[in-house]
């Protein structure tokens, strides 16, 4: 099993930052794909971005040249830097880790983009 905690999330306003954090613990060792996913209210959870543990990211087309994910396999951390956030940002942003597919989920944290 692995436990994850995000940290980072807040109120901002359109065109500001904010850089989520996800620390992860326990059976670290079996992580090869981290990932930020995100739920906005009523809307379906989507994956925002994702990194390997070779290093290679992906990222939905929203956010493309606007957030940056990456990760410290050693400190098992992964950030999300987020850049021009837009209202439509706002969202419970959940980090999330597995060998294969996704299995490990931390609680979520709120980002709020105002306009």
């Known amino acids: 099993q692995v436990q994850l905690v995000e940290s980072g999330g807040g109120l901002v306003q359109a065109g500001g930052s904010l850089r989520l954090s996800c620390a992860a613990s326990?059976?670290?060792?079996?992580?090869?794909?981290m990932g930020w996913f995100r739920q906005a209210p009523g809307k379906q959870r989507e994956l925002v971005a994702s990194?390997?543990?070779?290093?290679?990211?992906n990222y939905r087309d929203p956010v493309k040249g606007r957030f940056t994910i990456s990760g410290d396999n050693a400190k098992n951390m992964v950030y999300l830097q987020m850049n021009s956030l837009k209202p439509e940002d706002t969202a419970i942003y959940y980090c999330?880790?597995?060998?294969?597919?996704?299995?490990?989920w931390g609680q979520g944290t709120q980002v709020t983009v105002s306009s």
């Open positions: 999330a880790v597995g060998r294969i597919t996704y299995g490990s």
């Open positions: 326990g059976r670290t060792s079996s992580i090869n794909v």
């Open positions: 990194i390997t543990s070779a290093g290679s990211t």
